[in-house]
């Protein structure tokens, strides 16, 4: 996956080129990632692929709202592939680690505002 992290102007325009929303938004969004680790780990652990699917979803809206194409992106692809049950077990796993990867990079990214 080679897609950009965060469009910062993209979502500075969403938010009127309000820099202050934007980050305020931008941060809670990042703060708000680890609960989601937690509960994709858990619900691929019980197979609760219906749960799954809907907190894909989720995440995948959140990210379209705050401009975080490669979460978007990846997150779309994982709730497709299982939406089509496209996934065994082992692919399920290796959505899950780029799910994280993309999780962990947006988590590390500097953003200067």
Known sequence: MN????DQQAMLHRFGE????????????VD?????????NLLIVNHDNEKLIKKLHELRGCSAYCSTLALYEICGKFENSLKNNELDDNSKQNYLLQTLSAIKNLQEYQVSW
């Open 3 to 6: 897609t950009k992290i965060f």
């Open 18 to 29: 309000n820099k202050e929303i934007s980050q305020n938004f931008f941060q809670k969004f």
């Open 32 to 40: 708000s990632l680890d609960k989601y680790v937690a509960e994709f």
